[in-house]
Structures are given as structure tokens and as C-alpha cells.
């Protein structure tokens, strides 16, 4: 992956005098002196492509060394006991650093790093230096004798710059995203293989893990949603610790992570592996609302038609399943549907999830471009005790998602390989 190109292309965007400060995440303690599997912030990431923790980056236009590292020093212990450490050597010979420094020597250097530079641009996600930042701006102006010239230092935040370059995803990235689908995918077919009455949430949630780390993932991209019945209801249900039972529909909300990139797939399907005529109509309806919304998918969309095109098939969905007694226009005018499906129907996909970057320019939706990745995910939800419906549809949760890649000139479903029609789901739950 080239993160020197995107280095310089972000320099490109800022004045010359700036400096950008990156800071990098730390290891976060679970419990005692265990801690968390460590995942480096991603837009560092997205720049250095430098995987360890306790790390800063100094990036600055129009200089000899546009790029310096601060990192963790080689120490022959700490590695025995948590694993290899880059140290600087090895930085510069691997990503490119113009100079590598311990991560100590941080607050002795960075004076002499800002030189007379006037903005300063700072990415400190997790408030690692939000202590020190303005100490840092000022040190110069302050130190500076009274026939000095003094530099007045302007603080900006550098993550609009990263973020809206984020949203089109380059080669590298297209092909990690298609590796994470596609172990994804696979994960999916095993948990509708293996899914049956009497068999545990969690059962299942490890065996979607299972499978896509035969594919690489080391991790998945949030945490798994293996909702049957009535769970499905809570969109971000995540206990897990249901036993399915005959005659419901399980939601799964999963992806898995390759390489910092992330799929994000959602399947319904019954748990005895034959849809009811009432679970038929109602996943009719939400499929339908998803592939009319990817069929406008292609270069100039707007992005808000994705939503209210899949919005205004849900809403006739409900009409013709007698839950909205009224007219289309009515139900549109009223956004009545919204009782039933709680949520928008889409967003970037990359290293983020829910990836970064503006949906609107002022006042303006975006137009679809080549190489955005996004998803669209329609839902209906009826709970359990709402007695504004019939009994037969109580209880249940249908979310249909696929990841979305913008061509030159259409669209590809990259997530298509996961059964998704009444047919398919069927016929693979019975092979």
C-alpha cells in the first residue's frame, strides 16, 4: 500500500508552514495486567501504515524530512514477554520514515520539529497529549527573547483532510475489502449450515469467527450480532446468548477484518431452514427494497436517493401486508413506515465500519463516485409485544445487507456470494 502517496497528498492540501501531529493509540488494560488486543487508530494507520502502539508521527510539507516517526525502542525484554517491537532502525527501513526517534524523546524534539511552522494540524483521538497540545503551540513565542521574531501557532484538527480521501478507496484497499467479503461471505453459508433449533447465539458467533480466520481474519469489524426472534429487534444486539428455537428468523450482522478492513453482511433466515408464508412476505418485501436500492447505484447518484428510494418500497410493502392502512403517498408524506424500520439504510465501509467521511457538501447530497464502498441494509422489525400488528408477525427481525462497490460505470455487489433470495437461502440450509 502506498501511504507515502497519501502522505504527500495531504501535504499538498495544507499551507506550507504546517505541521501535522498524529498520534497513534495505546494498549488499554482489560483486566489486572491483561489488556486488550491492540488495534493502531486508523487514520495513523491509514498514513504509516505502522501497526504498534504508543506511536506519533510528525508530518511536515516542504521539508527534508517530511516524515518522522516517534516510536517504542528495541528492548531484548519487553519482547520476550509481549512480542517484536519495530524500533527505529527497522521503521525507517520499513515504512519509509525520514527519521525514527524513541517515543521518549517526544516533548525534547518537537520544538525543533516545528521549526517556524504556523499551523499546526493534530490527529489525538484518544486525548493522549490534549494536556500538552498548547504548551506545545506557545513553547516557541514564550521562550523567545523580547528581539526574537515569536511565532503565533494556530491549532486545526487534520482529520477533514484524511476522512474525505478516505471515502474513495484506492487498489490496496479495494482488494482488502474484497478479501474481508469474501472470508465474510463464507462465514455466513457455515452459520446458515449450521444453525438449527436448540443451538446456542454463541455457538454460532464462533463459528462465523471460525470460519473467516481460515481466510486471514484476525478479528471481525465490530462485534457480531446473532439475534434470533425477538432480538432482532435491538440492531446492535450483541449478548448473544439466546438458544434459537423452531419457527424463528435469525439476524446475523457480522464481518470480518482483514488487514484493518471490514466487511459488514446482514442475513435473515429461518432457523429450520423453510421460510413461513408470513416470514415469505415480509422478507419479499425487505429484499425488494434492497436491490431496487442497488440498482440506482453508479457514478453521479445521489446518495440520499439509495434511502428514500428503499424507504418508499418498504412503505408499499406495508400496505400490501395490511400493517399501513393507507395510502403510498401518505405513508411517505408521514414517514409512517418508520415504526417499522428504525434506521437508515446505508454507510462507508472500509477500515471504519461505519467509515468516516461526509455524506453531504454544505447542503448538497454526494454523488456516487468510482471505488466508493458502502453498504445498503434495509429492515423491517416487528416486536413482540406490538399489538399494532398480527400475532404472526410478532417477534421478528429482517435486515438484508450487502457491501456495495461503485464501478465506472455501475456497480458490483461484492457480498452477492451469501445466499440472499427466499430460494437460495432454502435450497443451501437443506444441501
Not at 27 to 48: C, G, H, M, P
Not at 135 to 144: E, N, T, V, Y
Not at 240 to 254: M, R, S
Request: charged share 25%; glycine share 6%; with cysteine.
Amino acid at each position: 500500500m502506498n501511504y507515502q502517496l497519501r502522505r504527500e497528498r495531504l501535504l499538498q492540501e495544507l499551507e506550507q508552514d504546517s505541521a501535522v501531529i498524529l498520534v497513534g493509540n495505546t494498549e488499554k488494560v482489560r483486566n489486572k495486567n491483561i489488556t486488550y488486543n491492540f488495534r493502531q487508530d486508523n487514520d495513523f494507520y491509514y498514513l504509516s501504515g505502522f501497526s504498534e502502539p504508543d506511536a506519533v508521527a510528525v508530518l511536515r510539507p516542504n521539508s527534508d524530512q517530511p516524515f518522522v516517526l516517534f516510536n517504542l525502542p528495541k528492548d531484548e525484554a519487553a519482547e520476550v514477554s509481549f512480542g517484536h517491537r519495530c524500533g527505529q532502525k527497522m521503521a525507517g527501513e520499513l515504512l519509509g520514515c525520514d527519521a525514527a526517534y524513541d517515543i521518549a524523546e517526544l516533548e525534547e524534539r518537537l520544538p525543533a520539529l516545528l521549526e517556524q511552522r504556523q499551523h499546526i494540524y493534530l490527529s489525538d483521538e484518544q486525548d493522549r497529549f490534549s494536556h500538552r497540545i498548547f504548551d506545545w503551540l506557545h513553547q516557541q513565542r514564550r521562550s523567545a527573547k523580547f528581539d526574537e521574531a515569536k511565532i503565533f501557532r494556530s491549532l486545526h484538527s487534520v482529520l477533514p483532510f484524511i476522512h474525505e480521501r478516505r471515502i474513495v478507496k484506492d487498489e490496496d484497499e479495494l482488494g482488502r475489502i474484497r478479501k474481508a467479503v469474501n472470508a465474510s461471505v463464507e462465514g455466513h453459508k457455515t452459520v446458515m449450515k449450521t444453525a438449527a433449533a436448540g443451538i446456542n447465539e454463541q455457538q454460532l458467533t464462533g463459528a462465523f469467527f471460525g470460519k473467516v480466520s481460515e481466510f486471514g481474519c484476525q478479528d471481525v469489524g465490530y462485534p457480531t450480532i446473532m439475534a434470533s426472534g425477538n432480538n432482532a429487534i435491538c440492531l446492535h444486539y450483541t449478548e448473544n446468548n439466546d438458544d434459537l428455537q423452531d419457527g424463528q428468523i435469525l439476524l446475523i450482522d457480522a464481518g470480518g477484518d482483514y488487514q484493518y478492513y471490514t466487511a459488514d453482511i446482514t442475513r435473515s433466515f429461518p432457523v429450520n431452514g423453510k421460510f413461513s408464508d408470513t416470514q415469505k412476505a415480509v422478507y419479499e418485501v425487505v429484499l425488494a427494497a434492497l436491490d431496487n436500492a442497488i440498482a440506482l447505484v453508479k457514478p453521479g447518484t445521489p446518495w440520499n436517493q439509495l434511502y428514500e428510494t428503499a424507504m418508499s418500497t418498504l412503505a408499499q410493502g406495508l400496505i400490501d401486508l395490511g400493517i399501513l392502512q393507507c395510502s403510498h403517498q401518505e405513508a411517505m408524506e408521514k414517514e409512517l413506515y418508520k415504526r417499522y424500520s428504525v434506521h437508515k439504510t446505508g454507510h462507508w465501509l472500509g477500515l471504519d465500519v461505519h467509515d468516516v467521511g461526509r455524506y453531504k457538501n454544505d447542503q448538497e447530497w454526494k454523488t456516487l463516485e468510482p471505488n466508493m464502498v458502502f453498504t445498503i441494509e434495509p429492515g423491517l422489525y416487528f416486536e413482540a409485544n406490538d399489538e399494532s400488528v398480527a400475532p404472526e408477525f410478532r417477534g421478528m427481525g429482517i435486515r438484508i445487507e450487502d457491501d456495495i462497490l461503485v464501478t465506472q460505470d455501475g456497480h458490483e455487489n461484492l457480498s452477492a456470494g451469501a445466499p440472499r433470495t427466499i430460494e437460495e437461502i432454502e435450497a443451501w440450509m437443506a444441501s
